[in-house]
């Protein structure tokens, strides 16, 4: 896949709406800043099947948009999201979130970001506030409809390979309601 380094690697300011779509990229190695990976200031765009990682600031900033970040693997940051006021729900669909540092806090905001169907796993501090977290495995726990507490079962962490084990609690654990039909790599989801 193409790769991405700058700062900030990826930035939407201009009203981009959600039908603005970055797919299939690695972002990688954004500085110590706000937004230093992905940064929604304006524009409410999807990023979907990405791979993101070593980013040194708070990798994804959302700024009142409705974001959705889908099928990404988000792995080896130090802080992953920040989220500032809002009148609308970024969603993270589909996601593995994973060896981050600090997931992340939600500002000052008084609106909930919605993750569902992801994988956060082996995260130092997993709490971050008001956000809402269902169909999820969340290692540590987080309450939320169906979300479970366990090891996610990668098959090969230590050399970077997260896919599911064949006994991954994960495998069918989810909700189809606005998931996507296919994974990061384009197999077909049951």
């Known amino acids: ?5 700058s700062i900030p690697i990826v930035w939407f300011h201009n009203d981009e709406t959600q039908s603005a779509v970055l797919d299939g990229f690695i972002i990688k190695d954004g500085g110590d800043i706000r937004g230093s990976g992905i940064n929604f200031s304006g524009g409410s765009a999807t ?4 791979l993101i990682t070593n980013c040194q600031g708070e990798l994804i900033e959302i700024y009142y948009t409705s974001a959705i970040i ?3 693997l ?3 940051n130090i802080e992953v999201f920040f989220f500032d006021p809002g009148g609308t729900n970024p969603q993270i669909i589909n996601c593995t979130i994973v060896g981050n ?6 500002g000052n905001g008084n609106y909930q970001p919605e993750f569902y169907n992801c994988i956060i ?8 506030g008001n956000v ?6 969340v290692e540590g726990y987080w309450p939320g409809d169906g979300n479970i507490d366990a090891d996610p079962l990668f098959i090969d962490p230590d050399n970077g390979d997260y896919h599911l084990s064949d006994y991954s609690p994960a495998i069918g654990a989810g909700t189809t309601t606005g998931a996507p039909t296919t994974d990061i790599e384009g197999n077909i989801r049951p």
């Open 101 to 106: 540092d600090y997931l992340g806090n939600n």
């Open 70 to 72: 889908s099928n990404c």
């Open 132 to 137: 809402e977290i269902t169909y999820s495995l």
């Open 1 to 5: 896949s193409p790769i991405i380094d």
């Open 121 to 128: 796993s082996n995260e130092v501090t997993p709490t971050f």
């Open 47 to 50: 990023i979907r099947n990405c």
């Open 74 to 76: 988000i792995f080896g």
